[in-house]
């Protein structure tokens, strides 16, 4: 399928699974829509020799905002022009900004709605989002205003919202679908200015936007074979009828939920169910937040154990995923491996047993092994050295896993366990499927640890 705004294709005929794998469709840069079109004034040219910078906003606007920001006032200029717009066809493609529940991620669902994800990873992020999407948007529109540019007035809160979803669910890495000449190319033209990232702002694809999810689908973005264009191709297998996925990557269903609208349902052969712990709130359990303006590295805790084979996403963060050559301690085997490192790291600081022990095993251990120590920390059966480690780490996570699943049972949303609120649309239903696999994934591990519920 070549891309143009327009075309087709049919497959006739089974195809095989390769590593080359087969032309699905194709996207020149001509027709893409981000940041980058906002400093040109329009649609890249093939040629970026005769490529120059031409902002569609005033000079404040673009030295005083960040570029995902500008890429999406981009967007709703783009929007706003109507047939005028080079990207019209694409955009009336979209899901359209008054039709808001086709298109609201969970950060922009009605309060009623969002209730139902109270007290998960879900709630948090969106809580978030909504803080940091109105900061951006009021900013923004004040230079507008300020500078006295046209139509100021046109570039509202919805259409900014809208333009979030659009850019948050259908858009792509410029690293990933821009190859490294074209964005040298764009760089030595003064298009990408120094200090922008190559990733720093996204891109929207038209047509290439529109495939489903599939942890599990091979893809390749080849972006050298044809310059200037990016080609998706499967090297799945194909027979005729059947559809051909995309892969967003390894997504947790929190990670799919707020960027993308859906989760992926627990099956025997996969699961996508993960409870997400951000380091600052492991230390003292019981304090809401923490501090920090930088935002902390999370870890995973798993409904199945982690180098289960259908802990997909799960598997892909173990820090030792290549060594296979022992068992984790079935207390262990829910948690991602870097966050124990990390728990045992953080307690060593201020707990002298814990310091001794980690000198012991780092002293067993080959010169600058760390891995190897851990390994001896998750190991089943729990040795005498690592005992007291295995021990401290419990600890930490049942009270950090205990103060999470008080939260899921809030008694305005259960009752004796029960879900209370009754879902009376399709946000509410999904936030309680979600909800309910976020519950069981902290009963499951909770309970290998030897926790009460």
Not at 267 to 294: I, P
Not at 317 to 326: K, S, Y
């Amino acid at each position: 399928m070549s891309n143009e705004f327009t075309g087709s294709t049919s497959v006739t005929g089974s195809v095989p699974a390769s590593n080359e794998g087969f032309l699905t469709v194709t996207c020149p840069a001509t027709v893409t829509l981000s940041y980058l079109n906002a400093l040109v004034g329009g649609s890249l040219p093939s040629d970026l020799s005769t490529v120059s910078l031409s902002p569609s906003f005033p000079p404040s606007f673009i030295s005083s905002l960040p570029p995902h920001v500008i890429g999406r006032f981009y967007l709703i200029q783009q929007y706003l022009l109507g047939r005028s717009s080079f990207w019209h066809p694409y955009i009336r493609a979209l899901p359209q900004p008054e039709h808001l529940s086709s298109w609201a991620l969970p950060a922009f669902w009605p309060e009623e709605d969002i209730e139902f994800l109270e007290g998960t990873n879900a709630e948090v992020a969106v809580r978030e989002v909504q803080a940091n999407v109105k900061g951006e948007f009021k900013l923004a529109r004040r230079i507008l205003k300020e500078v006295g540019f046209p139509g100021w007035q046109d570039y509202s809160r919805l259409l900014y919202n809208w333009a979030f979803c659009m850019f948050t669910s259908r858009s792509f890495r410029p690293s990933t679908v821009f190859s490294e000449k074209l964005r040298g190319g764009l760089r030595e033209r003064g298009v990408l200015r120094e200090g922008v990232k190559d990733d720093e702002f996204s891109v929207l694809m038209p047509v290439m936007d529109i495939g489903n999810h599939n942890m599990r689908a091979k893809v390749k973005w080849d972006t050298e074979t044809e310059e200037g264009v990016c080609r998706f191709l499967s090297r799945d297998g194909m027979r005729p009828g059947e559809q051909v996925f995309n892969n967003y990557g390894m997504k947790t269903n929190s990670e799919l939920l707020l960027g993308y609208g859906f989760i992926i349902p627990e099956t025997e052969g996969f699961h996508n169910d993960y409870v997400h712990v951000r380091k600052r709130n492991l230390e003292g359990a019981n304090e809401a937040g923490g501090g920090g303006d930088e935002k902390p590295k999370d870890f995973l805790i798993s409904l199945r154990p982690m180098r289960d084979s259908t802990s997909v996403a799960g598997a892909s963060r173990m820090r030792l995923r290549a060594q296979e050559d022992f068992q984790v301690s079935p207390a262990l085997a829910h948690i991602e491996d870097s966050l124990v490192w990390d728990l045992v790291v953080s307690q060593a600081e201020h707990d002298e047993e814990v310091r001794q022990a980690v000198g012991k095993l780092l002293q067993e251990s080959p010169p600058g092994d760390v891995d190897y120590v851990l390994k001896q920390i998750l190991a089943w059966p729990t040795t005498t050295d690592v005992a007291l480690l295995v021990e401290r780490v419990k600890m930490a996570l049942l009270a950090k896993m205990g103060y999470d699943y008080e939260r899921i049972l809030d008694p305005e949303v259960y009752e004796d366990g029960e879900l209370a609120l009754i879902p009376t649309n399709s946000n509410q239903e999904l936030a309680c499927a979600y909800r309910a696999q976020c519950k069981k994934v902290l009963e499951t591990a909770i309970r290998s640890m030897g926790g009460r519920i």
